[in-house]
């Protein structure tokens, strides 16, 4: 069993470390009443001794097994002995980042298993992200338990509120950490969040504290390694497909009618992609992952032009980091240090105006943008569903005793990851891969709208 940082440094080329830190031995026997029969219809506890296969690969009978324990995820689960006495913790939540459907039934996951099945009585809400862990911002706890969760599933947003940064001011948080005596600390945010979290671990190893920090990924674009869904993606997929939905309605229903909708996406067209093979109404879909051109032969508006011309209507779909390219770099960064975009939006509507206006060509374009829409939205019941399950294997994960560590789906299971190889790089849509392969024959669009060079 790997001890806090240690690393290995023994892993194949390709392959990340998966193993799992833990503070300690587990000696006290949990609350939840379990069975490791067979055939008795009572699930089992989880054992560390089980794995689940990250890269799944066929093995021929008669050959040895090629797996290393460090290239095997540990499933999620309860254990049969605990790290933390129930009645000695106190757990706190921290909600950071912008909103993201699903966010207070993940927080309702964590509470309701916390007080029902573990019997913790000190549960804390951290407000406004991590300003909420540095005094200087002078924002008090809020008490959290199964009467202030009930009902709070059934909206959008957070109860504890969001900001973004702050997830570098590691010794203070520290500090306060320790003099709140927190032992257990549930991380839900995305990339930055995470980053934060890995760092108030580095430091917590470093002062030999036994306080488990366990991240919940959030992120709606879909784009962290080693995620197989993020909760609330497929809510935001939902909600968008009522916009494309209606930017469809204007545009057929107008002379030449034009419908843009922008979606979140920053890095990653998840959302554009599955929202287009949703709808079968996108004519156009344009994606961080894939460049294109707007004018020339092959550019989007001529294609677009030939479009209306053949059907009188189009509607394309944008990621809103698609075609950055082309609008020029904004030079300003968010609070959690991205980049800040230039709308897509804005700038294909602007484009494309003038483009039809110098033919001329009469043309009738509507632009939405319903990403705050989205972004609030309560979570769908299967999100709901994902929710509750990542809430919580996230506290069976904190009270073993599990720390720097994120809960996630790979391969159809709940398994424990280590916080450093999720936030090592983005998932990305392969532009040769089935997915993209797929929006194109979709959409009946070009494979690429790039002018080819002629050298």
């Not at 001890?3 to 892993?11: V, W, Y």
């Not at 912008?98 to 927080?107: E, F, K, Q, R, T």
């Not at 019941?381 to 599990?402: E, F, Q, T």
Request: proline share 6%; net charge neutral.
């Amino acid at each position: 069993m790997k001890n806090h940082d240690e690393q290995s440094m023994n892993t194949p080329p390709g392959i990340p470390d998966l193993s799992v830190s833990n503070l300690g031995k587990r000696k006290i026997p949990s609350p939840i009443v379990l069975s490791n029969k067979t055939d008795d219809y009572i699930a089992g506890y989880v054992s560390d001794d089980q794995f689940v296969l990250y890269r799944i690969a066929p093995i021929l009978p008669g050959t040895p097994n090629p797996f290393k324990k460090e290239e095997l995820l540990e499933p999620a689960g309860p254990r049969e002995h605990l790290f933390f006495d129930p009645n000695k913790v106190h757990a706190g939540i921290v909600t950071c980042g912008g909103l993201c459907p699903g966010l207070n039934d993940v927080i309702r996951s964590v509470v309701m298993t916390l007080w029902y099945h573990y019997g913790v009585r000190r549960i804390s809400g951290i407000r406004y992200g991590y300003r909420g862990l540095l005094p200087c911002h002078g924002l008090p706890f809020m008490e959290l338990n199964p009467e202030t969760v009930s009902e709070i599933h059934l909206h959008g947003g957070t109860i504890l509120g969001s900001s973004r940064g702050e997830g570098e001011r590691v010794d203070e948080m520290t500090d306060f950490i320790e003099k709140m005596h927190l032992n257990i600390l549930f991380t839900i945010g995305g990339d930055g969040t995470l980053r934060g979290a890995m760092a108030l671990c580095r430091e917590i190893a470093k002062r030999d504290l036994k306080i488990s920090v366990i991240g919940i990924p959030k992120t709606i674009d879909n784009d962290l390694n080693l995620i197989q869904k993020s909760f609330g993606f497929e809510t935001a997929v939902s909600q968008a497909v009522h916009a494309v939905a209606a930017a469809h309605v204007e545009a057929h229903d107008s002379v030449n009618g034009i419908g843009i909708v922008k979606v979140m996406g920053r890095e990653s067209g998840f959302i554009a992609a599955h929202t287009t093979l949703a709808t079968n109404e996108v004519n156009f879909v344009l994606i961080p992952e894939v460049p294109f051109d707007l004018e020339g032969e092959n550019g989007l508006l001529i294609h677009l032009q030939k479009r209306l011309e053949r059907r009188k209507h189009a509607v394309i779909l944008a990621a809103e980091g698609a075609g950055q390219d082309l609008t020029g770099d904004s030079g300003k960064k968010d609070a959690s240090g991205n980049k800040k975009l230039t709308d897509i939006g804005l700038f294909l509507k602007q484009k494309i105006s003038d483009y039809f206006r110098s033919l001329p060509m009469e043309i009738n374009l509507k632009y939405i943008d319903p990403s705050y829409m989205i972004r609030s939205s309560a979570a769908t019941p299967n999100d709901s569903v994902y929710c509750n399950r990542l809430g919580s294997n996230a506290v069976h994960a904190a009270m073993a005793g599990k720390t720097n560590t994120i809960i996630s789906l790979v391969n159809n299971h709940f398994v424990h990851v280590p916080i450093a190889p999720v936030v090592s790089k983005r998932n990305k849509i392969d532009p040769e891969g089935p997915l993209w392969r797929d929006v194109v024959q979709a959409t009946g669009q070009p494979a690429l709208m790039k002018n080819m060079s002629v050298t």
